[in-house]
């Protein structure tokens, strides 16, 4: 069956759907977590295929020293390795954060039946806020997109990291110029 492409607001769904989103979303968020662990910007990703997660990823660009490695890239390798194929037609992708333009087309490269995250980003999104690139019908592919699945739990995730950050960078600024007056 092909879903409607179409942009969908989470409010907008039933209670029934939008539980069913809000359990795959959790999982993205609880990887995001393993990538706060790791010193990074907490942002996770799963892609599901017929209740089932087929790939999953986070945030690891400062580990891996790689710009390429976003949530949904990981997401997406993972998931072409696990069909032993590129294309995802029929795979839902959750992710905490809007995709970015990279991960947008990477998306529309892997023909991903819809696209579901959580917080919008008014820096970097390509999913609805600065551009709509997977709806974009000059493409030769489009996905359905649901926009705002656990928004406020994934844009809280990301606020207290930055607000810690910036804390840590504080405190830095205060030891060192303790450390410059003391010598
Ligand atoms: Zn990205």
């Not at 949904?72 to 995802?88: D, F, S, V, Y």
């Not at 980003?121 to 609805?128: M, N, P, Q």
């Not at 997977?134 to 997109?145: S, Y």
Request: charge should be negative; hydrophobic fraction near 40%.
């Amino acid at each position: 069956m092909q879903i409607k492409k179409e942009m969908i607001e989470a409010e907008t769904l039933s209670l029934q759907e939008r539980d069913e989103h809000e359990y795959w979303m959790q999982k993205a968020l609880d990887l995001a977590d393993k990538a706060e662990e790791l010193g990074e910007v907490p942002i996770g990703a799963v892609i599901v295929l017929d209740g089932e997660i087929i790939g999953e990823g986070y945030n690891l660009r400062e580990t891996e020293k790689r710009a390429l490695a976003h949530a949904e890239i990981q997401a997406i390798e993972a998931a072409n390795h696990h069909l032993g194929a590129w294309r995802l037609e029929g795979a839902t992708l959750y992710v905490t954060l809007e995709p970015c333009p990279m991960c947008a087309g990477a998306l529309i490269n892997s023909r991903i039946e819809r696209i579901v995250y959580g917080a919008s980003d008014i820096k970097s999104g390509c999913v609805g806020t600065l551009m709509n690139l997977p709806m974009d019908t000059r493409f030769n592919h489009e996905a359905q997109v649901i926009r705002g699945i656990k928004a406020t739990e994934c844009g809280d995730k990301l606020s207290t990291f930055f607000r810690g950050l910036r804390e840590k960078r504080k405190k830095e600024k205060v030891m060192n110029k303790t450390v410059d007056n003391q010598s």
